[in-house]
Nanobody
């Protein structure tokens, strides 16, 4: 499975961005896809994830502002980010996991895309 992330950029606080993650390869095996982010000097944290059945979960810090969705026909997962804050600044990574069940850490994801930088200025 290969993951290609895109859509990062620089915006002012309050603005919006949409990230995309296109999957290719043996994609039928994917159970869950997620978005993680990592700020300089910090660990990689979950932002949101979505299962093949459409169930979603979000970090508390982004609930009500971010929305994860998937287009199965395009094998693509999206992260719509609204009301962005400076503390959302990070490199965002998409990830995919084959095994069912909710992972408890980033290490439980099987595949990773390259990161895309999101910078929010105040």
């Amino acid at each position: 499975v290969q993951l290609q992330a895109s859509g990062g950029g620089s915006v002012q606080a309050g603005g919006s961005l949409r990230l995309s993650c296109a999957a290719s390869g043996i994609i039928f095996s994917i159970n869950r896809m997620g978005w993680y982010r990592q700020a300089p000097g910090k660990q990689r944290d979950l932002v949101a994830s979505i299962t093949s059945g459409g169930s979603t979960n979000y970090a508390d810090s982004v609930k009500g502002r971010f929305a994860i969705s998937r287009d199965n026909a395009k094998n693509t997962v999206y992260l719509q980010m609204n009301s962005l804050k400076p503390e959302d600044t990070a490199v965002y990574y998409c990830a995919a996991r084959n095994v069912s069940g909710a992972p408890t850490s980033a290490a439980e994801y099987d595949y990773w895309g390259q990161g895309t930088q999101v910078t929010v200025s105040s």
